[in-house]
């Protein structure tokens, strides 16, 4: 099999590194190589850091799209991640552990399965592999090894990496210098206030529940470490793109590429491409996983409202730009799904079952492969104008992912009557292949969770819904106005006259 570049617009992708949107060429064409940053499992993953996630499925999506076939390793972080950015403070996992009274792996396990549900709710497809940094430990080592007689140093504390030891340390971060790499100083004795633990030796006398022998002493990797190592193990030395949130660029990421240069002994950075999405933002302080109580994606079910609302909130903006979260927001997504879940479902019914089983197939057929022949069965036999609508689609989501230009395409072809339903339908399926709203299955009732403090049934809403349309029909307002307001403080609001006959929402506060 050959293997070319795919048809349509070139894709362009924004590199942290050279802060310019570059056309995107692969090492392999026939196997894009990504690592994306995983969570730490110390608690549930909370919006912002689903954000992160979205992102790297949008990017994988979008080159699926194209025609590109994709290897993508996620990590788990159960060790060494530590509550400071400086090398002091606790291991989150061993303060977490300590804080539940469980044992780490215990807490690992439980949250790296809660973390695998939530990506599952929001349509992310699976990684090709899921890496976790404690089967990895003695990799680390021996990766440390290799460096640590050119380019580290040890302290009582551990062994340190020299970040005066590699060329241009901290170019990813950008021209800020002291104020972003240098912050990291705290730890007595460093060469340079960037240097950074590579091995955390224990305490004389402490005993961690997780604690590895070295060559440096029983310890704990550092947490940049691991991040290198798998990487590099699954993808190799030099591989496409490397995810992360814009906090990574200024350390984590940072210390990966000194890691990866001093073990190459190359100036390459071990990605040609460092990705990042910027930050979910919280103004009401929600988010923040040590502040307690913080917005995870269960904690929007419970309100009613359906994960893909998130992941279209997250595509309504362009992965770059900081989004803010509110109720607002959330619910202006909601309402925008809603309405494209109707649009759609009225195709469905128009093009009848067999019509839209048959695109159920075809969509459904090589799930995450490369989609090239997926497109080619949905799409073939498009009109004119269909394939015109697709071309600009096309042309959004090749310009640095720009979803939020590409989400109004998908809601146009819903709303042309120019176009017969089942054409509709097709243009709908593959579009949403690289959108990952679920479209061509969500129906109307799907989204109409129920939240987890409603005090009433959805067969009672319906009952007092038609009891109310009763009352109207005998101009019997005083009853219809005291079923809404009966409805309203069990969470429900009734909408009369919507354009989409939506009837009722859940009520979100
Ligand atoms: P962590 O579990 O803390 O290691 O973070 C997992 C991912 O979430 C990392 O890629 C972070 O950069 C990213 N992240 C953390 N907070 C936010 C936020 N508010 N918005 C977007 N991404 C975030
Ligand atoms: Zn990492």
Redesign the pocket.
């Known amino acids: 099999m050959t293997h070319h570049a795919p048809a349509g617009a070139p894709l362009t992708l924004f590199n942290s590194l050279s802060r310019a949107t570059d056309p995107f060429v692969p090492i392999d064409p026939a196997m894009v190589r990504i690592y994306?940053?995983?969570?730490?499992?110390?608690n549930f993953?909370?919006?912002?850091?689903?954000?992160?996630?979205v992102?790297t499925d949008t990017l994988r999506r979008t080159l699926n799209w194209k025609g590109y076939a994709v290897n993508h390793v996620i990590n788990i972080?159960d060790v060494g991640?530590l509550t400071s950015d400086a090398d002091a403070g606790d291991d989150?996992m061993e303060a977490a552990a300590e804080r539940a009274g469980k044992s780490i792996w215990e807490i690992a396990a439980f949250y790296t399965a809660a973390f695998k549900a939530d990506l599952a709710r929001l349509n992310i497809r699976t990684p090709t592999l899921w890496s976790t940094a404690t089967d990895h430990v003695q990799d680390m080592i021996a990766f440390a090894r290799e460096i640590a007689d050119k380019h580290c140093y040890r302290l009582d504390s551990g062994l340190y990496f020299d970040s005066g030891s590699v060329p241009d340390y901290g170019r990813l971060a950008g021209a800020r210098g002291e104020e972003t790499v240098g912050r990291i100083a705290e730890v007595d004795g460093k060469r340079n206030p960037s240097d950074f633990a590579i091995w955390r030796a224990s305490a004389p006398g402490e005993r961690r529940q997780m604690e590895w022998q070295s060559p440096w002493g029983p310890g704990a990797p550092g947490w940049h470490l691991e991040c290198s190592v798998m990487s590099m193990k699954y993808l190799g030395a030099q591989f496409d793109i490397h995810?992360?949130?814009?906090?990574?660029r200024e350390i984590?990421h940072v210390n990966e590429i000194a890691q990866n240069q001093a073990y190459t002994g190359c100036a390459e950075t071990g990605a040609n491409w460092w990705m990042?999405?910027?930050?979910?933002?919280?103004r009401g302080g929600k988010?923040s996983?040590s502040a307690g109580g913080f917005a995870t994606l269960q904690s929007l079910v419970d309100r009613g409202v359906h994960p893909l609302a998130y992941r279209l909130l997250c595509l309504s903006a362009h992965y770059r730009s900081e989004?803010e979260f509110s109720t607002d927001s959330l619910s202006a997504a909601l309402t925008r799904l809603r309405r494209l879940v109707i649009a759609v479902s009225a195709l469905r019914d128009k093009a009848g079952e067999a019509g839209w089983m048959r695109v159920l197939d075809e969509a459904e057929a090589g799930r995450g492969a490369s989609s090239a022949w997926q497109r080619a069965a949905i799409e073939s036999g498009l009109s004119d104008a269909g394939r015109k609508l697709l071309t600009q689609f096309d042309e959004a989501i090749s310009a640095d992912l720009m979803m939020p230009r590409a989400l109004p395409l998908i809601e146009d072809v819903a709303a042309m009557k120019a176009l017969p339903a089942d054409e509709r339908l097709r243009l709908v399926a593959t579009m949403d292949l690289a959108l990952g709203l679920d479209l061509i299955r969500l129906s109307r009732a799907d989204l109409r969770l129920r939240p987890a403090r409603a005090a009433i049934s959805e067969e009672a809403v319906e009952a007092r819904i038609a009891a109310r349309r009763a009352a109207r029909a005998e101009k019997d307002f005083a009853t219809s106005d005291a079923i809404r307001d009966e409805l309203m403080a069990a969470g429900i609001e009734i909408m009369d006259g919507d354009p989409l006959g939506w009837d009722w929402a859940i009520a979100l506060d």
Request: glycine share 10%.
């Open positions: 994306s940053c995983g969570p730490t499992v110390y993953a909370h919006l912002g850091n689903l954000r992160a996630y992102f972080t991640h989150k995810t992360g949130g814009i906090d990574h984590h990042h999405n910027n930050f979910l933002i919280d988010m996983k989004l």
